[in-house]
């Protein structure tokens, strides 16, 4: 098995291929030797016309010669004779250069020529004799790299796969550079947010906010106490409903008081003075009008209802909680004040901010991370098979088996 370094296997495969066809690069080479000195045998004519042309030729005709002679020259000039490293490419731009020669030759020769032609016969002729022999010289090697050349054009092609390799390589090493950044990156935003969370548990831990924490917890459950005692909203909604309409006629109940406390029940108690004098008549009217089943509705919604209103006449519970709920009110507003004279809050709010923007950020750099692995991971893949796919190609030309070895900077 042949192994060879990425960097180096371009001019390894050179060699191996002028060794291999050998014969055909010496035939190839000895026919762009003779069109170079043709090529060469053009310029000298040149050079023929243009002496030849000081003792015949008037000043006007011998600036239309200045410049038949230029253009030519100037032609073959940017003629890429390939030298050493010859191929069917360069032999191809060759070829097409020698034919687009022709074409400039016949041009500027059709503007210039009739303007001193008669002086310069034997020139003319010489210098046609030259080219026929050049045209000549390109249909044969034209004729050779149809014929005789395909073989070692196929294998040529091989290397035109080369800078794919290259350029996956460096694909990866850049995909690499990035994976290896996005997760220093990620291991540092991720050892923030540890101290910022241990920073959020330290400061939670305050007496203060626990304080609060418990003040709200309660409040929390005597909201819901409240709304348990108070849960007849049905038979509420009902009796608002039959007042809008005007199917029902009850005294002293304000329509606006009630449609407010349907929305938010607590909100209207507390507001209320510590006697309810609202609520009490509305609870009553209420009664009156389930009792006298002006509401038509189900018998146990009905009388659950009822039992509830009576329930608050009776044991006077929901004073008492409106009661607590305004002192606890009073308590997390006093909590709150300490929280804030003590500058615990705009360090909890800070805290809470810097884990919210480090948190997106964390977020980013991971999907940065996750969408690097996948472009790294696919060229990998893409690598792999492009190797492969190119040493089995070598190894059918070279009659052997080829590994490549590919080095990554990383």
């Known amino acids: 098995m042949i192994e060879q370094d990425l960097e180096d296997f371009e001019e390894f495969y050179k060699d191996k291929l002028n060794t291999q066809f050998f014969k055909l690069r010496r035939a190839i080479k000895k026919l762009i030797g003779e069109i170079r000195e043709n090529l060469i045998e053009i310029k000298v004519c ?15 005709a011998q600036r239309s010669l200045n410049f038949f002679s230029d253009r030519i020259r100037k032609e073959i000039e940017e003629i890429e004779i390939p030298e050493e490293d010859i191929n069917h490419d360069n032999i191809m731009e060759l070829l097409n250069s020698i ?5 400039s030759i016949n041009e500027i020769a059709r503007k210039s020529l009739p303007k001193f032609h008669k002086e310069v016969q034997a020139e003319i002729k010489e210098l046609n004799y030259i080219t026929r022999k050049l045209g000549k ?19 040529e092609n091989l290397l035109k796969k080369l800078p794919k390799l290259f350029h996956l390589k460096e694909n990866i090493e850049h995909a690499k550079l990035d994976l290896d950044k996005f997760e220093e990156e990620l291991e540092d935003r991720n050892k923030k947010q540890e101290n910022l969370n241990l920073n959020l548990l330290e400061l939670e831990k305050n007496d203060l906010f626990k304080r609060l924490d418990t003040e709200k917890d309660n409040l929390f459950q005597l909201q819901l106490a409240i709304n348990d005692e108070i849960g007849f909203k049905k038979a509420l909604k009902k009796l608002r409903f039959e007042l809008e309409k005007g199917t029902i006629h009850v005294p002293n109940v304000d329509l606006n008081y009630l449609r407010d406390f349907i929305k938010n ?6 507001n209320e003075r510590k006697d309810l004098p609202k609520f009490t008549s509305l609870m009553v009217q209420l009664r009156h009008t389930l009792e006298e089943n002006k509401l038509n509705l189900k018998t146990d919604t009905k009388q ?11 044991e006077k519970i929901l004073q008492e909680n409106i009661e607590k709920y305004l002192k606890l009110k009073d308590d997390i507003k006093e909590v709150e004040t300490k929280i804030n004279d003590e500058g615990l809050a705009q360090k909890l709010e800070d805290l809470k901010n810097q884990i919210s923007t480090n948190t997106v950020k964390l977020e980013h750099i991971q999907s940065d991370f ?18 492969e796919e ?4 070598i190894e059918e030309v070279l009659n052997e088996k080829v590994k490549i070895n590919i080095t990554f900077s990383f």
């Open 46 to 60: 040149l050079d023929h016309f243009l002496e030849t042309g000081k003792e015949k030729i008037d000043q006007k």
């Open 99 to 103: 034919k687009k020669l022709f074409t």
């Open 137 to 155: 010289k390109q249909a044969v090697l034209d004729d050779f790299l149809r014929k005789k050349y395909t073989d070692v054009k196929n294998a």
């Open 265 to 270: 029940p607590i909100k209207i108690l507390v």
């Open 304 to 314: 659950k209802a009822i039992e509830q209103i009576n329930a608050i006449f009776d």
């Open 370 to 387: 996750e969408r690097k692995n996948k472009d790294y991971t696919r060229y990998l893949s893409t690598l792999k098979t492009e190797r």
């Open 390 to 393: 190119f040493q089995d190609s």
